[in-house]
């Protein structure tokens, strides 16, 4: 096992996937970076390096300092971050993207990971089960850089033979960090006020339903595809991922089992127009079937795990 370098580690992604990894292959193996330290005891936890993603030098000289193998690159703008900055964004997320694409093409390092997102999705797309080839029309600026990174990650592969994998992430939901500008962050902070204000206000409607994953189960498969033989990788792209579905309504519901007198109010902003975007349900038959994908993590089971977690750290 070569040394991995997680480009954007002090993000909500990056954070544990860096300890998952450190805790599988050792921290010294495992190189954190991002384009400022973050948590002093993330940072302190393991090797750790200030890169810019978008500065193609820096990348290069960490990967031939630590003589890296594998890049994580999980630097991005997320959605509703992006439609404020659109250029930047665009910016961002595609010559981060291009920058180890054009390293792996030239035999610096071996493999890549890099995710995707629902967002390649738009209104033209069927919303229920949502097939893993079908219209992709996305209509945000963070869905146009996805999809136009699917596409570069797919021609890198067939023209250079650069093994880069990638996942199209539902909504990601987390006790171990904040949220980090998405539109379905909305189910992370939900979690917060709960216990600190025992109510919350949605920026999404009642019945906005979309799909979701607790983030063990993101995190795992994210290591699972890049531990499966290249053979078993079919799709060049991205892969569909799923776990679960759910509104706002139905996440609040399971709240109220452990918090009876948690409320909830709806006042919709910019984001639900991305929400409504974007699929109500995914279908990740490929990625079962080609590296066995499974989730673990229903609505129930996530509820009751995000509630033990932050009251523990509350206390």
């Given at each position: 096992m070569g040394t991995i370098l997680?480009?954007?580690?002090?993000?909500?992604?990056?954070?544990?996937?860096?300890?998952?990894?450190?805790?599988?292959?050792?921290k010294n193996n495992v190189i954190a970076s991002d384009v400022r330290k973050g948590d002093p005891e993330f940072v302190a936890s393991g090797p750790f390096e200030v890169v810019n993603a978008l500065d193609f030098n820096q990348v290069e000289e960490v990967i031939e300092k630590y003589k890296v193998e594998e890049v994580y690159l999980m630097a991005a703008l997320l959605s509703a971050t992006a439609e404020k900055n659109p250029a930047f964004a665009w910016?961002?997320?595609?010559?981060?993207?291009?920058h180890v694409l054009n390293?792996?093409?030239?035999?610096?390092?071996?493999?890549?990971f890099w995710p995707?997102?629902?967002?390649?999705?738009?209104?033209?797309?069927?919303?229920?089960?949502?097939?893993?080839?079908t219209v992709m029309e996305p209509s945000t600026v963070y869905g146009i850089s996805k999809q136009s990174g699917e596409r570069w990650c797919e021609y890198y592969h067939n023209i250079y033979g650069v093994d880069v994998r990638s996942i199209r992430y539902p909504g990601l939901i987390s006790w171990s960090t904040l949220p980090g500008g998405?539109?379905?962050?909305?189910?992370?902070?939900?979690y917060h006020k709960a216990l600190s204000d025992g109510s919350y206000t949605c920026f999404l409607?009642?019945?906005?339903?979309?799909p979701m994953m607790y983030m063990d189960d993101a995190i795992r498969a994210t290591i699972e595809i890049m531990q499966a033989p290249a053979k078993n990788i079919k799709i060049r792209s991205s892969y569909n991922l799923s776990a679960m579905d759910f509104t706002p309504k139905e996440i609040a519901e399971t709240i109220k089992q452990h918090i009876p007198d948690f409320t909830i109010a709806y006042e919709p902003d910019f984001r639900q127009k991305i929400a409504d975007s974007w699929p109500q349900?995914?279908?990740?038959?490929h990625a079962r079937k080609d590296w066995n994908w499974q989730h673990q993590y229903g609505l129930d089971a996530m509820t009751?795990?995000?509630?033990e977690h932050l009251s523990s750290m509350a206390e």
């Open positions: 997680i480009i954007g580690a002090c993000g909500q992604i990056g954070t544990e996937l860096t300890k998952k990894l450190r805790e599988l292959y050792g910016d961002l997320n595609m010559n981060s993207l291009f390293l792996a093409k030239a035999e610096k390092i071996k493999k890549i995707s997102s629902i967002a390649v999705f738009g209104p033209t797309t069927p919303k229920q089960n949502t097939p893993q080839y998405g539109t379905t962050d909305y189910a992370v902070d939900i409607s009642e019945d906005t339903r979309l349900s995914i279908d990740d038959s009751t795990d995000m509630l």
